[in-house]
């Protein structure tokens, strides 16, 4: 089955601690983005990837960083930066950014801070 | 730049009501419209879509027209289920800009 998956489903922060939340998938998109979700709002983006090697900041940069070595994957790290990382963590592809592209999204991952 | 609004939540319905959640937005030129759902603990899934005005999207019963005289896209259910309780965006794409989400719309429906 073509989709995408996260890891972890719920992850903890500490204090000071960087941490990485895993997006890969299997659908050859050539698109990804990662969102924030916040409770009571909409989702916002953090980071958006077109192509393998290449990244754009989305609305929400500021605290996190994001790498694409490889079509399949889009890994993003939540650094100690980030000064507020407690949401729902949302990872989308389409087969590219455009108007009339269907953004298909993950089960999501869920940090916490300790 | 663009935006979009939602009717706010969260809205609380009987089995067979019926549904309108409304959405308006704020572009300039043409976007593409989506609602999307989300039921509790998962991601996102594309409910129905439309790209361009006057054309209607519909899916498991759902329905929203491309309103360009109204800026709008309101989304609506004849009969709705309990299974349809969960949370509805609204979102536009225009060009090859990103998506963006209007805040969301908790719907419950009680047996």
């Not at chain 1, 890994?75 to 930066?81: D, E, G, K």
């Not at chain 2, 027209?65 to 109204?70: G, V």
């Not at chain 2, 709705?80 to 969301?104: H, I, N, P, R, T």
Request: aromatic share 12%.
């Amino acid at each position: 089955d073509g989709g995408i998956t996260q890891s972890p489903k719920y992850l903890f922060r500490k204090e000071g601690q960087n941490v990485t939340l895993s997006c890969e998938q299997n659908l050859n998109h050539d698109a990804m983005y990662w969102y924030r979700q916040d409770p009571g709002q909409g989702l916002r983006l953090i980071y958006y990837s077109q192509i393998v090697n290449d990244f754009q900041k989305g609305d929400i940069a500021e605290g996190y960083s994001v790498s694409r070595e490889k079509k399949e994957s889009f890994p993003l790290t939540v650094t100690s930066a980030q000064k507020n990382p407690t949401a729902f963590y949302l990872c989308a592809s389409s087969t590219q950014v455009g108007a009339q592209e269907t953004q298909y999204f993950g089960p999501g991952t869920r940090l916490l801070v300790l | 730049g663009n935006s979009v609004t939602q009717m706010e939540g969260p809205v609380t319905l009987s089995e067979e009501a019926f549904l309108t959640i409304n959405c308006t937005y704020t572009a300039t030129g043409y976007p593409s419209l989506f609602w999307y759902v989300q039921y509790p603990g998962e991601g996102l899934q594309l409910l129905l879509k439309a790209t361009k005005a006057d054309d209607k999207g519909s899916n498991k019963g759902f329905e929203a027209t491309y309103r360009k005289e109204t800026t709008s896209f309101h989304l609506e259910k004849g009969s709705v289920q309990v299974s349809d309780s969960a949370v509805y965006f609204c979102a536009l794409v225009q060009g090859a800009q990103k998506l963006v989400f209007g805040q969301g719309t908790r719907l419950t429906i009680n047996p």
